[in-house]
């Protein structure tokens, strides 16, 4: 059973405008949510983060959206750049719930960004 | 900077061989983890460490094993690699989790590609 779920496979954006990816989980014991970005061939890199006691975090074009009642987060990329074309993961952390530093991932959303 | 290195990034096997993949880290992190990537399955945790010869099986053990005999190193083995797995490898390493001063953010290495023949 998948606890931490990223919808929508693949997303199509054209450069300039806004990309959005989603991402939902089951379990309420989730405390921590981070966003990693992959390029093919290559590992996945860290992006931001946002902890259950805050539903905002921004960090340059990149925002992290947190909706704690539903269950769901967003990363925002404003504008899309070309070179933000990658896989995006979803992850999620249950830190007071004994998660003992394990993370639970999405399948991830691959980004296009077009010229 | 954190830094993971990975002793290959690509790898031919014929199927049967033992394989090793080596990760390093030089963070001084305790815990250490290995994935594989494949397409439509995102990450799948394989094993994990928390600290020096210990080792936890993740959600896909199956004909794998680890050791840890220092605490920057973290080894993956296939003890006789398959064609199903044919995958991309990944090491990660983090400090120690739990409570809430912690991120639980884990760094990456840039991965190994494997292919059994």
């Known amino acids: 059973d998948q606890q931490v779920k990223q919808n929508s496979p693949s997303l199509s954006v054209q450069e300039g405008r806004i990309s959005i990816l989603n991402c939902d989980y089951t379990?309420?014991?989730?405390?921590?949510f981070l966003w990693y970005k992959k390029y093919p061939a290559e590992g996945p890199t860290f992006l931001i983060s946002?902890?259950?006691?805050?539903d905002k975090n921004e960090d340059g074009r990149f925002t992290v959206f947190l909706n704690k009642s539903a269950k769901h987060l967003s990363l925002h990329i404003v504008p899309s750049q070309p070179g933000d074309s990658a896989v995006y993961f979803c992850a999620a952390s249950a830190r007071y719930g004994g998660s003992q530093g394990n993370l639970i991932f999405g399948k991830g959303t691959k980004l296009s960004v077009k010229p | 900077d954190v830094k993971v290195t990975q002793s290959s990034r690509y790898l031919v096997k014929r199927t049967g061989e033992k394989v090793f993949l080596e990760c390093v880290q030089d963070?001084?992190?305790?815990?250490m983890f290995w994935y594989r990537q494949d397409p439509g399955l995102g990450l799948r945790l394989i094993y994990f460490s928390y600290d020096v010869k210990m080792k936890e099986k993740g959600d896909i053990p199956e004909g794998y094993s680890v050791s840890r005999e220092k605490k920057e190193r973290f080894s993956l083995i296939l003890e006789s690699a398959s064609t199903n797995q044919t995958s991309m490898y990944l090491c990660?390493?983090?400090?120690?989790?739990?409570?809430?001063?912690?991120?639980?953010?884990?760094?990456f290495g840039p991965g190994t590609r494997l292919t059994v023949l």
């Open positions: 963070m001084d992190h305790e815990n």
């Open positions: 946002i902890s259950s006691i805050k």
């Open positions: 379990n309420s014991m989730f405390d921590y």
């Open positions: 990660a390493s983090s400090f120690v989790g739990g409570g809430l001063t912690s991120t639980d953010t884990q760094y």
